[in-house]
């Protein structure tokens, strides 16, 4: 699906407008991808769809496999009768997401829904939640660790009892009991979001666009996949990291970025044939038509920590078995269509794992204009294989990088580019749909020509990411149509 000139938009859903402090995969998902249609876009590129733990991060969840209930969209839930016709709304901000009070509020309704449904519905709804439980493998495990999550007033799981942290198959059984209810409504509003993000598929693919999802190669300690898979972990008996992954020194940051996240026993999980591995991209590629890993370098080898370093700078490359993984991957699932995120530090090792595979890499222009010539993001060093990013969703908006740039650079990208700097988004954009890479992808924050303050991550911060909404004024009537004399220009409408 990437072999040919197309182009995309970067935006995950919680960005979409509406009343419910947070976006949605309702009505305004749906109105998003008619634009995007308009356009003659060809593929909606997300973020990782899981539950967020620390810090609201996509990248940071509490599954690697279940999705974040906040994306409901509760007037759907209203419709099939399981919450009140007359739902909340109009009690947030639109401008930017409050995850602690959409939280606190939008999981009490959840929970109302998830009572309700549980309670009163009795026909083919109640089959159709039954077929999803027995047929979805990692379900009653996540249930299960959101249920203790929330006995335990959302600690860690380190920090619950030993026998829950560290749990036995008998004190599992005896738990899956005992929170029988809170279990029923979490595995509830995962069906509800299953059902919810199968009808947004069926409809954008209808409209003619894609899906790009994103898979972090970590997952959070905090999860139930290390609570309940702690062999394929660097844990220590009592279920600590002895090591965490991160990044060392690079653009985003002086002292490198500790993630934090612990890293992968490759041997335990290669004995076990990578079957952890196979079944995440299984699932992933029930939700998307293609995806991103982020930081893929890691399959090659991934920066190694010890677990008490306040920083990243003291770590290590530890070697990872990424093209034995990749095999048994295609061994099962067959070839598969994935972007790489080869960013950041990258050696002709991790190249030959990219190239071994096929996989396009990413071009990013906000990174092609800091040395000569030979830059591999410059657009005359593109190949067709890649995807070109005017920036992700780590980088400041286009606008926002250009402003902040002094003018001896702000000068080279003009030179480059072609342009007078009046309207110096819309240049890099026909800068990016010029390559002759197949794939690009533009943030929406981009399209619309915001400023920095329309940031979604900055790297090595804790606070004020993640928040970023757009509303429907702040696209111009004319939009779609200029877009899409833009693509037809280059050779990358779609439709």
Not at 101 to 115: E, F, I, M, T
Request: include cysteine.
């Amino acid at each position: 699906m990437l072999k040919a000139r197309s182009c995309g938009v970067l935006l995950h859903p919680s960005s979409l407008p509406g009343h419910d402090g947070i976006g949605t995969l309702g009505d305004h998902a749906r109105r998003f991808v008619d634009l995007l249609s308009a356009m003659g876009m060809r593929h909606w590129q997300l973020l990782p769809l899981t539950p967020p733990a620390c810090g609201n991060s996509p990248y940071s969840a509490l599954s690697a496999f279940a999705g974040n209930p906040l994306l409901i969209d509760l007037h759907q839930l209203a419709e099939e009768g399981d919450l009140p016709l007359e739902v909340y709304g109009g009690r947030f901000s639109e401008e930017r997401v409050d995850y602690g009070a959409v939280s606190d509020l939008k999981s009490n309704l959840l929970h109302q829904a998830a009572a309700t449904f549980l309670t009163v519905e009795k026909g083919s709804r109640r089959e159709e939640f039954w077929h999803f439980c027995n047929t979805t493998p990692w379900l009653h495990d996540f249930a299960l660790f959101m249920a203790l999550k929330q006995h335990y007033k959302g600690k860690s799981w380190q920090k619950w009892p030993r026998e829950a942290a560290l749990l036995t198959e008998e004190t599992y059984e005896k738990a899956s009991v005992k929170l029988g209810p809170e279990i029923g409504a979490q595995k509830y509003l995962q069906w509800q979001f299953s059902r919810q993000w199968q009808s947004l598929r069926d409809y954008a693919a209808s409209r003619g666009i894609s899906f790009i999802g994103d898979i972090p190669i970590f997952v959070a300690y905090d999860s139930a996949d290390v609570w309940r898979n702690r062999d394929l972990f660097l844990l220590d008996d009592q279920g600590k990291p002895t090591a965490v992954a991160g990044v060392p020194p690079d653009y985003f940051s002086k002292t490198g970025q500790l993630w934090g996240n612990p890293l992968y026993n490759w041997k335990r999980l290669e004995d076990q044939g990578f079957t952890w591995w196979t079944e995440r991209f299984r699932q992933a590629f029930t939700l998307f038509d293609c995806v991103r890993i982020d930081h893929f370098r890691g399959f090659e080898a991934a920066w190694q920590v010890p677990a008490n370093e306040p920083t990243a700078e003291r770590g290590r490359w530890e070697v990872a078995p990424g093209g034995r993984l990749f095999e048994a991957v295609r061994s099962a699932l067959g070839d598969l269509p994935i972007i790489a995120e080869d960013l950041g530090v990258i050696t002709p090792e991790v190249e030959a794992l990219r190239d071994r595979f096929g996989f396009p890499g990413m071009k990013i222009l906000q990174f092609a204009f800091d040395s000569g010539p030979d830059n591999p993001y410059l657009p005359h060093n593109h190949v067709r294989n890649c995807v070109v990013y005017t920036g992700t969703h780590d980088n400041d908006t286009t606008l926002g990088w250009y402003t902040g740039q002094d003018e001896h650079r702000r000068s080279l990208v003009r030179n480059y580019i072609g342009s007078n700097g009046r309207d110096i988004v819309a240049d890099v954009i026909r800068t990016a749909l010029m390559s002759v890479a197949h794939t690009v992808v533009i943030p929406f924050q981009d399209i619309l020509a915001l400023p920095g303050t329309a940031r979604m991550n900055l790297p090595g911060t804790a606070f004020g990411n993640w928040e970023w909404r757009f509303s429907w004024d702040m696209v111009h009537r004319g939009l779609a149509g200029e877009m899409n004399d833009r693509l037809e220009r280059y050779g990358r409408r779609h439709g």
